[in-house]
């Protein structure tokens, strides 16, 4: 595939902006489940999801992270201080 116009920045770019998306899809789905509303579970309107959850989803893990943001100083907007760890998804290649 020779797409001349296409330059590898480009590309890269391309790639990141649909892990992003795919990734808050992913986050809307877990956040609809985990609310308890019976039966209304968010489906991803992105045509492309279905397809790209087929090969990024056996190649992830889930790997906890540290919500850095609710810090004891930072209860001074309402927000919680819990720095509970929170599961994300991440590509093996990435683990190391």
């Known amino acids: 595939m020779n797409i001349e116009a296409l ?3 480009e590309v890269k770019s391309k790639i990141k902006s649909i892990r992003t ?6 986050d809307k789905i877990e956040k609809s489940t985990r609310s308890g509303a019976a039966g209304s579970v968010y489906k991803p309107k992105a045509k492309w999801f279905d397809e790209y959850d087929s090969f990024v989803k056996p190649v ?10 609710n810090t004891p100083n930072s209860n001074e907007s309402g927000s919680s201080n819990s720095n509970e760890p929170r599961p994300s998804l991440v590509p093996r290649s990435e683990m190391g």
């Open 7 to 9: 330059t590898i920045d």
């Open 21 to 26: 998306a795919y990734y808050l899809e992913l």
């Open 60 to 69: 992830s893990i889930r790997r906890k992270t540290i919500d850095n943001m």
